[in-house]
């Protein structure tokens, strides 16, 4: 089921690749039937790619939209506390985000300021190819299960690729797939008999970090005198 999730991703490449001006309702249109067919996708992002000189417009779009009304931001580790992003040379903020009824808070975050997605975004450019955050807690469900972020990045059309250089310029943005591993496994384990037996699911390269806990369902044994 992940491999075809991420099939996602060519499709909204494509979009992508075919219009340097996409537009949300757009984005909308291909990622709704993506999201019906994946429950454990719970967000599909754009994260254009902003610089400093061009904060203060990107706001006022956000704002005009109603969207994002602290503009660009930031949030602390256990994504409680947004603030006002710092000052930075360039940001990642978040402009669509679908199903956006339950994702509108996600609007405007700065996904590169927080920093489980250094490494993806970074690894994600550099090799032209997806790559998966480590495990991060949703600004627009703090209290919720933690998520994993893929990074699809977007690059200029008909520009070079062939150095690192050359992408970093031709970079425009990201394509993120926000996927819950507590879905997948909720829904793996209701396809089975029930065992008997907890199972809990841990960050491969954390073994501190609990990504879903998964309860035994069978009824506690009696002993009949």
């Known amino acids: 089921e992940l491999d075809q999730a991420l099939t996602a991703l060519v499709t909204l490449r494509g979009l992508f690749d075919a219009s340097t001006d996409v537009t949300r309702e757009e984005f909308r249109l291909m990622a709704h039937?993506?999201?019906e067919r994946h429950p454990e996708i719970k967000a599909i992002n754009w994260a254009p790619r902003i610089t400093a000189a061009e904060r203060a417009k990107f706001e006022q779009m956000l704002s005009a939209e109603s969207n994002a009304i602290r503009g660009i931001f930031e949030v602390s580790p256990d994504a409680h506390q947004p603030r006002s992003a710092g000052h930075r040379a360039e940001y990642f903020?978040?402009?669509f985000s679908e199903p956006l009824q339950r994702n509108r808070g996600a609007i405007g975050i700065d996904t590169y300021?927080?920093?489980?997605?250094h490494a993806a975004m970074e690894w994600a450019m550099a090799l032209k190819a997806p790559l998966t955050s480590r495990p991060l807690a949703l600004v627009q469900d703090a209290t919720g299960p933690l998520?994993?972020?893929v990074y699809q990045p977007i690059f200029q059309r008909?520009?070079?690729l062939d150095t690192l250089e050359q992408r970093e310029a031709a970079l425009r943005g990201f394509i993120m797939l926000v996927l819950s591993p507590a879905?997948?496994?909720e829904r793996l384990f209701a396809e089975l008999m029930p065992i008997g037996m907890d199972t809990q699911l841990f960050d491969l390269n954390d073994t501190q970090i609990l990504l879903h806990h998964y309860p035994g369902r069978l009824a506690p044994a009696t002993i009949r005198p």
């Open 183 to 185: 879905t997948t496994l």
């Open 93 to 95: 903020p978040v402009l």
């Open 158 to 160: 008909n520009t070079p």
């Open 147 to 149: 998520a994993v972020a």
């Open 33 to 35: 039937p993506v999201l």
């Open 113 to 117: 300021s927080r920093e489980e997605n």
